[in-house]
């Protein structure tokens, strides 16, 4: 394993480990920052995943009965991790912040998912620094304090990234455990609600068809392979 690791990163060029490098700071000093400064500014919608998992705990349901979810039903969220750890802890900004941890994690997982598997290159290397760099304190509290839209950066780059890995150029299915899956997982974040599936869902089901016709468009139509012959 280290052997492999080794190799990856000697394979690389030098600008390439200049932004790994670069990466590799900006993730440990937002670690630091989950921990300390967004502490500081943990408000009452911060709160709110850690009210959730206290509630699911208590009331020993998936989806509470008696709490109001407003616009959005939490399917994927922060308060996973919370109600888990609610069971061996009290400590609210501690579990947070783990829980923080454990999404930020995904998130970069998924993107340097998307970089290898739809844009086949470390463009990962780039993207990481500019996307986890916290523009300003208000947007590293909102997006990583808070983990406000957190899952969706995690939707957004893992769908189409095992969109891509599950089928071919051609939509035809070459995985069928990571097809199921993917469709599996947009049905369990199409639970979030009707804004989600506007705002993000179906934006990304028609760029995909989009990415089709663009495979396609110059092929006649008895030549455009749905399936298996």
Not at 63 to 92: K, R
Not at 117 to 141: D, I, M, R, T
Not at 183 to 199: D, E, H, K, Y
Request: proline share 3%.
């Amino acid at each position: 394993m280290l052997k492999k690791i080794k190799n990856a990163f000697e394979s690389l060029s030098l600008s390439e480990k200049f932004f790994l490098f670069l990466s590799a700071i900006v993730l440990i000093g937002l670690g630091i920052f989950t921990f300390t400064e967004s502490n500081l500014h943990f408000n009452s919608d911060t709160a709110t995943a850690n009210l959730l998992a206290e509630e699911m705990v208590r009331s020993k349901s998936f989806f509470p009965p008696d709490w109001y979810y407003a616009q959005d039903v939490w399917v994927i969220f922060l308060h996973l991790p919370i109600a888990f750890m609610t069971l061996f802890s009290d400590n609210y900004l501690g579990m947070h912040s783990v829980s923080a941890i454990i999404f930020i994690a995904l998130a970069v997982a998924s993107c340097i998912y998307l970089s290898r598997k739809v844009f086949k290159n470390n463009a990962w290397l780039v993207a990481l620094p500019l996307l986890f760099c916290g523009l300003s304190l208000q947007y590293s509290v909102v997006v990583f304090g808070q983990c406000a839209y957190i899952v969706t950066l995690i939707y957004c780059f893992f769908a189409p990234a095992l969109f891509c890995d599950s089928v071919d150029e051609e939509f035809r299915i070459k995985s069928y455990p990571k097809f199921i899956f993917l469709l599996l997982f947009v049905v369990l974040m199409g639970l979030t609600g009707t804004r989600f599936i506007q705002a993000v869902s179906i934006p990304l089901i028609g760029a995909t068809f989009l990415l089709y016709l663009i495979n396609n468009h110059d092929k006649e139509v008895k030549t455009i392979k749905l399936g298996d012959d």
